[in-house]
């Protein structure tokens, strides 16, 4: 019979489940984390777990905290079991599971709980998951969206703040008030430079009310840049029957997530950080070139197998990855067109890290689906498939596979797949996305015409002629066929 995952199982866990190698009760918070999703507890908070276990570092544990609605059902679930995660690794050579410990608090889902949360010196690091749409980039200009109606809100309620920028710069600007040292504010998002992008916004929004204050972020709060990586799939009933039946513990919000895990972090921490090089994650004085890798490589390659799946009726990854059209589709892609726009990385090998990715995707013991690599095109493609685009044409590259992909996403967004099946929306935007795809198959600038999703590219007409090319292909030639001209 399974046990209820809480800290007074944590002595009988099943012999095999591994528990936290330290007494929890040593162990005092440094870092606030905002956003506690899957892939938060699968990644750092694994790092930070087999940190603790090997006795460094019990003053960095997790506060974790939310900032939507939403949030309350996860704070919820893991209060009941005491902040503990049951984590599943799933090896194909034998699923693992352990149940990790360095999360010890979550604030209440409330503006002026996580603020005061951060107020305390205690608080050395506030990081952030808070997913690649949520950074208030505008699409156009690469910039700050200070339009957004949150972000207008918080401007004029700076006391009151709806978004978590607006509750770290009240939280920091009662530091500054103390006499207390800021925090480093930390992303540990799928964004291009990251840090970069968490500056521009906590400092774009400290402008729009407080043009002094705003100067002061800029100049005492560290942002480093960070590349975070580890297939982290959803949990559903299926995950939590895994763990329950396999592992003998009932947890309600078990993570699963692949064996792989990789950090790279600009070392640029002014209040300290937990000795996290001790544990596998590398500090390096450039993150750029490695997370450019990660970036392109793997969410480029995800983007790249969605669509073509989703067209062709592939419901789980692993599945698409045994179809050789995706396979040979994914590697001409990205050998011919991506890996092109990557500097080199001294000691790193792009062509084994592609092999490696692909691995990766192949995995079927993740059970990763194709829907959820599909999900929230509008916001994925800009941030993983648009800039590629952009560095191939100004380097006077081919883009014909790069417009393909954008060609597939158009064809997805249409609402039917190769066999005339409905494909339910998967886009806050889906409704005019389609509105959009479907007027493209008589005029494919209908498409690149949505300026919040593609900018000025849709204007350039290397990638334009390319697009309209391959769109017509897909509906003429069918998916099957596209893909394998494209590869031979």
Same mark, same amino acid.
């Given at each position: 019979? @399974?046990?209820?995952?809480?800290? @007074?199982?944590?002595?009988?866990? $099943?012999?095999?489940?591994?528990?936290?190698?330290?007494?929890?009760?040593?162990?005092?918070?440094?870092?606030?984390?905002?956003?506690?999703?899957?892939?938060?507890?699968? +990644?750092?908070?694994?790092?930070?777990?087999?940190?603790?276990? !090997?006795?460094?570092?019990?003053?960095?544990?997790?506060?974790?905290?939310?900032?939507?609605?939403?949030?309350?059902?996860?704070?919820?679930?893991?209060?009941?079991?005491?902040?503990?995660?049951?984590?599943?690794?799933?090896?194909?050579?034998?699923?693992?599971?352990?149940?990790?410990?360095?999360?010890?608090?979550?604030?209440?889902?409330?503006?002026?709980?996580?603020?005061?949360?951060?107020?305390?010196?205690?608080?050395?690091?506030?990081?952030? !998951?808070?997913?690649?749409?949520?950074?208030?980039?505008?699409?156009?200009?690469?910039?700050?969206?200070?339009?957004?109606?949150?972000?207008?809100?918080?401007?004029?309620? $700076?006391?009151?703040?709806?978004?978590?920028?607006?509750?770290?710069? @009240?939280?920091?600007?009662?530091?500054?008030?103390?006499?207390?040292?800021?925090?480093?504010?930390?992303?540990?998002?799928?964004?291009?430079?990251?840090? +970069?992008?968490?500056?521009?916004?906590?400092?774009?929004?400290?402008?729009?009310?407080?043009?002094?204050?705003?100067?002061?972020?800029?100049?005492?709060? /560290?942002?480093?840049?960070?590349?975070?990586?580890?297939?982290?799939?959803?949990?559903?009933?299926?995950?939590?029957?895994?763990?329950?039946?396999?592992?003998?513990?009932?947890?309600?919000?078990?993570?699963?997530?692949?064996?792989?895990?990789?950090?790279?972090?600009?070392?640029?921490?002014?209040?300290?950080?937990?000795?996290?090089?001790?544990?596998? /994650?590398?500090?390096?004085?450039?993150?750029?070139?490695?997370?450019?890798?990660?970036?392109?490589?793997?969410?480029?390659?995800?983007?790249?197998?969605?669509?073509?799946?989703?067209?062709?009726?592939? +419901?789980?990854?692993?599945?698409?990855?045994?179809? $050789?059209?995706?396979?040979?589709?994914?590697? /001409?892609?990205? !050998?011919?067109?991506?890996?092109?726009?990557?500097?080199?990385?001294?000691?790193?090998?792009?062509?084994?890290?592609?092999?490696?990715?692909?691995?990766?995707?192949?995995?079927?013991?993740?059970?990763?689906?194709?829907?959820?690599?599909?999900?929230?095109?509008?916001?994925?493609?800009?941030?993983?498939?648009?800039?590629?685009?952009?560095? @191939?044409?100004?380097?006077?590259?081919?883009?014909?596979?790069?417009?393909?992909?954008?060609?597939?996403?158009?064809?997805?967004?249409?609402? !039917?797949?190769?066999?005339?099946?409905?494909?339910?929306?998967?886009?806050?935007?889906?409704?005019?996305?389609?509105?959009?795809?479907?007027?493209?198959?008589?005029?494919?600038?209908?498409?690149?015409?949505?300026?919040?999703?593609?900018?000025?590219?849709?204007?350039?007409?290397?990638?334009?002629?390319?697009?309209?090319?391959?769109?017509?292909?897909?509906?003429?030639?069918?998916?099957?066929?596209?893909?394998?001209?494209?590869?031979?």
């Amino acid at each position: 019979m @399974a046990i209820d995952l809480n800290a @007074a199982a944590l002595g009988r866990l $099943p012999d095999a489940v591994k528990g936290p190698g330290y007494d929890r009760n040593a162990l005092s918070a440094g870092i606030v984390h905002i956003g506690v999703g899957n892939f938060h507890r699968a +990644h750092m908070a694994v790092y930070l777990d087999r940190l603790f276990a !090997t006795g460094e570092s019990h003053d960095w544990g997790i506060c974790g905290a939310g900032v939507r609605p939403g949030d309350a059902k996860m704070r919820d679930a893991l209060q009941k079991q005491d902040w503990l995660t049951t984590v599943v690794e799933l090896d194909p050579a034998g699923l693992s599971a352990s149940v990790t410990g360095a999360m010890i608090d979550f604030t209440e889902i409330d503006s002026a709980a996580l603020v005061e949360r951060m107020n305390d010196p205690a608080i050395r690091i506030v990081s952030l !998951t808070v997913t690649e749409g949520g950074w208030f980039v505008d699409a156009r200009s690469g910039g700050f969206d200070e339009n957004h109606p949150d972000i207008r809100h918080d401007a004029t309620n $700076p006391d009151s703040p709806k978004t978590a920028f607006g509750m770290i710069l @009240a939280a920091l600007k009662q530091r500054r008030a103390a006499g207390n040292a800021p925090f480093t504010v930390m992303s540990c998002d799928n964004l291009p430079e990251n840090g +970069h992008v968490a500056k521009q916004t906590v400092v774009g929004l400290a402008k729009l009310s407080d043009a002094d204050f705003a100067g002061w972020v800029a100049s005492n709060v /560290a942002f480093p840049n960070t590349m975070v990586d580890c297939i982290t799939p959803a949990t559903s009933d299926r995950e939590r029957a895994l763990v329950r039946d396999r592992f003998g513990v009932t947890d309600a919000a078990p993570v699963v997530c692949e064996p792989f895990r990789q950090w790279v972090l600009e070392d640029n921490f002014p209040q300290g950080r937990p000795a996290l090089e001790k544990v596998g /994650a590398e500090f390096v004085e450039d993150v750029a070139p490695y997370e450019l890798m990660k970036l392109r490589i793997l969410n480029g390659g995800h983007a790249a197998i969605a669509y073509p799946s989703a067209l062709l009726g592939h +419901h789980f990854v692993h599945d698409a990855m045994a179809d $050789p059209r995706i396979v040979a589709w994914l590697a /001409a892609l990205e !050998t011919r067109e991506i890996i092109p726009t990557l500097a080199p990385i001294e000691g790193v090998d792009f062509e084994a890290y592609r092999r490696k990715v692909a691995e990766r995707f192949a995995n079927p013991e993740i059970g990763d689906t194709i829907p959820r690599l599909c999900y929230d095109g509008s916001n994925r493609q800009p941030k993983f498939v648009l800039p590629v685009i952009r560095d @191939a044409l100004d380097a006077g590259s081919n883009v014909d596979g790069l417009a393909l992909e954008v060609a597939l996403w158009c064809r997805y967004c249409a609402g !039917t797949d190769e066999e005339g099946n409905a494909i339910a929306p998967n886009d806050d935007n889906a409704e005019d996305l389609k509105r959009r795809a479907l007027a493209a198959k008589d005029d494919p600038a209908a498409f690149l015409s949505n300026e919040t999703v593609f900018g000025d590219l849709g204007e350039r007409p290397a990638f334009a002629d390319a697009f309209a090319r391959q769109l017509r292909a897909l509906w003429s030639d069918g998916v099957a066929a596209t893909l394998d001209r494209y590869a031979k």
